[in-house]
C-alpha cells in the first residue's frame, strides 16, 4: 500500500519546566544563535516530512514558477537545503532582484 502523506503543519509540543531535562534533536544550525530543534518524539514525523518534501519536490513537474507576487512577508514556500526540501515562511523581503529574503 502507499505511504500515507503527512499534511498540515507537525503537532507543536509544550515546552517543559524551566531547568528539567528535555531530550530534542537539533535538525539545522545556521549560526551559534540561529537554529532549529525538533522534539525527539517528533523526530520520526518531522524525518517522513523532509522525505517527503524532497520525493515530491524532486520531481520537476511539481515545480511551480516563483513570481515577485509570492515573495511577500507571511508567504509560506518550500526550498531546497543541499539535498532535501524544508517549509519556511518569509519574515523579510531583503531584494527581490536578485533574490534575497529572510526566511523562518
Excluded: E
Amino acid at each position: 500500500s502507499a505511504p500515507t502523506l503527512h499534511s498540515g503543519p507537525l503537532q507543536s509540543c509544550p515546552l517543559p519546566p524551566l531547568s528539567s531535562l528535555y531530550d530534542l534533536t537539533v535538525v539545522q544550525a545556521t549560526s551559534p544563535d540561529q537554529f532549529q530543534i525538533v522534539s525527539y518524539s517528533q523526530k520520526v514525523a518531522y524525518a517522513a516530512l523532509i522525505s517527503q518534501m524532497t520525493g515530491y519536490y524532486d520531481d520537476l513537474s511539481n515545480h511551480t514558477p516563483v513570481t515577485d507576487d509570492h515573495l511577500r512577508v507571511g508567504s509560506i514556500l518550500a526550498f531546497r537545503d543541499s539535498s532535501s526540501w524544508h517549509r519556511a515562511k518569509i519574515v523579510r523581503v531583503v531584494n527581490l532582484h536578485p533574490l534575497a529574503v529572510a526566511l523562518k
